[in-house]
């Protein structure tokens, strides 16, 4: 799909049916608008239901202020007007309520946008505004003010999030990434001590670089192929869905056949992604005109490591990647499931994805399926793409689990017998 080409009226419509889908904002709460290359404002409307908007409802404002449509604006338009004037390389705003981001705003502090480098590529430093009346034209210049500064995400004290982008699709992902950074650092801060990154690790991570690999054009693509790309884009549509990755971060993929796999495109919306957008890796060679996810190496070495490995899962699932940037570790011998699909789980150091592959690979042996990156990601391996989103599923929810029971009493983990017994029983080796 290409967002950006869709009418400023079904933009927001998408747009505004995710963020109310994901639980990011309510009913009445929340805005957002578009400045076209006319100079039109489309904005949704105010006391109309953000669950069940249509492209109808969407109100046009003309630059010398007529309103078309059956509706009035939203009541906060006087800041979304302002940003526009403030701003000229910001196209389109958005505005909501995500609880994370509204605990911030309360305590009037800002989330730790260094507990893994994505947060500050994608939204850069975040800004905090002054409290003002909702559709003020106070709060607006409170907010533009903050927005002339050059910050782009700005958190409104006692209030929510005003995002901009040059698109409303890059104030999605701005917005999204920033809602997921304040879910991690609340459910980091329960459990232990968190780590940030460094200056240093922030420009290692800056200078990671794709991978440079020659193109081929395939001759064709057999049957077990096609599916394998059905297959591959329906979890990774479901894994969006239950937020076990944002619509920037996340990667799959999945042995074909020989010495190839398909892996997910670089830098495309999960949350749209299509058969067509998958990339095919041959022989150490990418699918002409497309470019695979900056962590392809990593899959090549672990696939041709390990035989018995036909899909890898790079996810940012917030609970197990509460342990990943704190200095607490992920016991998996809490219920016999998740010892018997998680094992061992091992912290490696922050950029070893990206600068020692080779070594990472080596991890996944039988008895070690899963690994965490610290301040990263986590790495799943499986057999196939089913058993590999099982596990992160149960990585995600056994680490859920403890992080909730550590509110009602100590941890009591499965005994050394009782493992035993287990590995027995499943024949784990």
């Known amino acids: 799909m290409n967002f950006n080409l869709l009418h400023p009226t079904d933009q927001l419509i998408l747009i505004m049916e995710r963020i109310y ?7 009445s709460g929340g805005n957002l608008s578009i400045l076209d290359d006319n100079g039109d404002i489309w904005i949704t409307p105010g006391g109309v239901d953000k669950g069940s908007l249509t492209r109808n ?31 000229p390389d910001i196209k389109a705003v958005l505005h909501a309520h995500p609880p994370a981001l509204v605990a911030f705003s309360i305590v009037r502090k800002l989330p730790n946008t260094r507990l893994f ?46 995002v901009g982008g040059a ?15 304040a879910r991690l650092d609340i459910q980091a801060r329960s459990i232990g001590k968190t780590i940030s990154l460094t200056d240093a690790d922030m420009e290692l991570s800056k200078n990671e670089r794709n991978a440079d690999m020659p193109e081929f054009t395939p001759n064709g693509c057999s049957s077990a192929e096609r599916d394998a790309r059905r297959v591959m884009c329906n979890l990774i549509h479901r894994a969006y869905d239950q937020n076990l990755f944002t619509s920037t971060e996340g990667t799959f993929s999945c042995r074909l056949e020989d010495d190839s796999f398909l892996i997910t495109p670089y830098e495309k919306d999960r949350k749209y992604l299509g058969p067509e957008d998958l990339v095919r890796i041959e022989n150490g060679r990418k699918e002409a005109g497309k470019i695979p996810s900056r962590s392809v190496m990593l899959h090549k070495a672990i696939y041709e490591k390990h035989p018995h490995i036909n899909s890898v899962l790079i996810a940012h699932a917030p609970n197990i990647m509460a342990f990943c940037v ?94 035993r017994s287990l590995e027995e029983a499943f024949h784990l080796e």
């Open 57 to 87: 409802d969407i109100i046009q404002v003309k630059p010398d202020g007529t309103i078309i449509g059956k509706y009035n604006p939203s009541s906060e338009f006087p800041f979304h007007k302002l940003i526009y004037q403030t701003r």
């Open 326 to 419: 704190t200095d607490q570790n992920f016991d998996s011998k809490t219920i016999p499931e998740s010892y018997i699909l998680l094992r061992n789980i091992p912290k490696l150091p922050y950029g070893s994805v990206f600068m020692n592959p080779e070594q990472v690979a080596e991890q996944f042996v039988p008895s070690t399926p899963i690994v965490m990156v610290k301040n990263d990601c986590v790495i799943v391996t499986g057999n196939n793409l089913l058993n590999a989103f099982d596990r992160l599923e149960v990585a995600e929810y056994s680490a859920k689990a403890v992080i909730s029971s550590r509110q009602l009493g100590d941890i009591v983990t499965i005994d050394d017998q009782k493992i």
């Open 117 to 162: 480098p994505n947060v500050e590529l994608v939204c850069g430093k975040i800004g905090m505004a002054e409290y003002g009346l909702p559709g003020s034209t106070e709060l607006g210049e409170k907010i533009a003010a903050v927005f002339r500064k050059g910050f782009r995400s700005v958190v409104l004290e006692n209030h929510g999030v005003v």
């Open 167 to 181: 698109s409303l699709l890059d104030a999605f992902k701005s917005f999204e990434t920033l809602d997921f950074c």
């Open 21 to 27: 889908n994901y639980g990011m904002t309510t009913t």
